[in-house]
């Protein structure tokens, strides 16, 4: 059942004439967002056990929001769905880094999203788009950095709480950032699966094409040997008519006939024996059908 779920989760928005690589992307990004709001969700229980409701709150509007990337999928806005989804946690995290302070660890859910940049973009397509989005992270890291976590500090917060929060959010990043590996090792074993079958299948499919192309070969040496035994016998009927009783006319029409038809044996023969059936050597077969011509002349 959960299997099920998972796999209808995963592949929200694909479609059948999807290639490999954007299949991938798609399902990269809503097992992603499957993480941010697993992530968003528990992190806001964790809140407001603490006592912290404004932030368990903000945490839990924040599952809607990633919601929203499945539907981008959905409506097929794929690249608009992994930007926004990727640009909202990197918000949420500088926004709760700051609003926690730098004992709450929250930083450390930059972690799992720089694995998911990495691993969901191309980096032979998507530089620009990468490069953005680890700039983002770097931008957001500095500016607490250098305010000192001021900018949304809490007031709420103590320290004591700040370092309930750190076991809470080290626990939590590090079990997205495994999570997160789990499933690219899933995903590029299967993609070695499908890839072994596709070679299998290949190799199926050839093995066809040679048996057929074996039989198609048979099929072609036997046809050409019964037109060449249908030659040899038209002409060896034209030479049995042909004698010295016939009138003059009729023996030069049975001679005429008769050369033609050894024209044609002579170019059928020559077609069996070549490996290309586009061309004939025009010198060799004119030599050879003079002298074919001339020896049958010698003898009547």
């Given at each position: ?68 990337g499945f539907y981008l999928n959905k409506l097929q806005f794929h690249r608009f769905a992994i930007s926004f989804l990727f640009t909202t946690v990197s918000v949420a995290i500088f926004y709760f880094d700051s609003y926690s302070g730098i004992l709450s660890g929250t930083y450390l859910f930059h972690f799992p999203l720089i694995f998911a940049i990495a691993f969901v973009f191309d980096m032979r397509e998507d530089k620009k788009t990468m490069f953005f989005h680890f700039l983002l992270i770097l931008s957001f890291l ?159």
């Open positions: 059942m959960f299997q099920k779920i998972w796999n209808y989760i995963s592949t929200v928005g694909i479609q059948p004439e999807y290639d490999d690589i954007l299949v991938k992307r798609i399902k990269l990004t809503n097992q992603f967002s499957v993480i941010a709001i697993l992530v968003f969700l528990f992190s806001g229980v964790n809140n407001y056990v603490l006592g912290d409701l404004f932030s368990a709150l903000l945490k839990e509007s924040l599952v809607v929001v990633c919601l929203i500095t500016i607490n950095v250098v305010s000192d976590y001021s900018l949304f500090r809490s007031e709420f917060l103590t320290d004591n709480k700040r370092s309930e929060m750190f076991m809470f959010n080290l626990l939590f990043s590090s079990t997205s950032v495994g999570f997160f590996v789990y499933l690219m090792i899933q995903n590029n074993l299967q993609e070695s699966y499908f890839f072994i079958q596709r070679i299998e299948e290949r190799k199926q499919s050839e093995k066809v094409i040679k048996e057929a192309l074996a039989e198609k070969n048979l099929l072609i040496a036997e046809l050409h040997h019964r037109v060449k035994n249908n030659l040899a016998i038209i002409s060896g009927l034209f030479s049995l008519t042909i004698n010295d009783n016939l009138h003059d006319d009729a023996k030069n029409v049975l001679l005429e006939s008769r050369n033609r038809v050894r024209s044609m044996a002579l170019i059928h023969n020559r077609l069996y024996k070549s490996d290309r059936f586009t061309d004939v050597n025009f010198d060799e077969y004119i030599h050879e059908l003079i002298s074919e011509i001339t020896s049958l002349y010698l003898t009547i």
